[in-house]
Nanobody
Framework: QVQLVESGGGLVQAGGSLRLSCAASGRTFSSYAMGWFRQAPGKEREFVAAITWSNGFTYYADSVKGRFTISRDSANNTVSLQMSSLKPEDTAVYYC?????????????????WGRGTQVTVSS
């Protein structure tokens, strides 16, 4: 069983920054990639960013490119999301997720592991 625990959410003013972290643990944790998703009130969950575990390739939603940076620390099984120039529309619950194995079009397929989420609120 894999556990993902997010931290670092909170309230920030527009234009500010926050750093989210995701700690992965489990008896035999391994994954192909890790990602961040978010869900705003009344909206569907959407992809934010992802990173492959072995070579660090990164992927971003257009809405966050140039503002958010995803990174991983393989030694500690953690993934982070540095968020800058935050906007009120970034307000959402942010979820960490893991994909166990590569499959074709993996970024468009459901991830295998999910955290419980952390709230990010950006005030105007």
């Amino acid at each position: 069983q894999v556990q993902l625990v997010e931290s670092g959410g909170g309230l920030v003013q527009a234009g500010g920054s926050l750093r989210l972290s995701c700690a992965a643990s489990g008896r035999t944790f391994s994954s192909y990639a890790m990602g961040w998703f978010r869900q705003a009130p009344g909206k569907e969950r959407e992809f934010v960013a992802a990173i492959t575990w072995s070579n660090g390739f990164t992927y971003y939603a257009d809405s966050v490119k140039g503002r958010f940076t995803i990174s991983r620390d393989s030694a500690n099984n953690t993934v982070s999301l540095q968020m800058s120039s935050l906007k009120p529309e970034d307000t959402a619950v942010y979820y960490c997720a893991g994909r166990a194995n590569w499959v074709i079009n993996w970024l468009r397929k459901p991830f295998d592991y999910w955290g419980r989420g952390t709230q990010v609120t950006v005030s105007s």
